[in-house]
């Protein structure tokens, strides 16, 4: 069985999603040694989590006792950035992209990487799609729109074009 659709969130500290975005960008609070904890968006709290999320070790294991051979993991959509300058939204793509790697590569047979690209940009989504895909990523995971703009505008077209050229 292959599950083609799970989350992870790396351990994002507060100082580094502060760096970026004090009100949106998520990090995680965890108490040394606990197995849950939550997403946090600034200083609030946006989803109750638990391990599976930031552990790959834990990931297997419930793979294990589900009896899933393989999971095509992603960042979750609130890690995506769509609303912060392109620029921005491009180096929180490249560090997300290369934990979501190590996340994946702890156990390469069992887990693979989707990645995460700042669609406000065509350039810099081209860019970082064609820079994660050589670094070991799958596929591309995107939202269904961006600000105002849907899947049918023409920039994110372009995109899916390039992502279908890429593979």
Request: proline residues 7%.
């Amino acid at each position: 069985m292959i599950d083609m659709h799970a989350h992870c969130l790396p351990k994002i500290t507060r100082a580094e999603a502060l760096a970026v975005d004090s009100e949106r960008a998520p990090w995680l609070q965890i108490e040394p040694g606990a197995r849950s904890g939550h997403i946090m968006l600034g200083d609030k709290p946006f989803r109750p989590v638990t391990d599976s999320l930031w552990d790959p070790t834990v990931r297997v294991a419930e793979l294990d006792a589900q009896g899933v051979a393989l999971q095509v993991v992603c960042a979750t959509p609130v890690m995506f950035g769509y609303a912060w300058p392109a620029e921005r939204s491009s180096d929180w793509a490249q560090r997300m992209n290369d934990h979501v790697l190590a996340y994946c590569g702890a156990a390469p047979k069992r887990l693979k990487a989707l990645a995460q690209v700042p669609l406000q940009s065509l350039d810099l989504a081209c860019r970082e799609a064609s820079r994660a895909m050589a670094a070991g990523c799958i596929g591309v995971q995107i939202g269904n729109h961006v600000g105002e703009r849907d899947l049918d505008d023409e920039p994110l077209i372009q995109f899916l074009v390039h992502c279908a050229n890429e593979s």
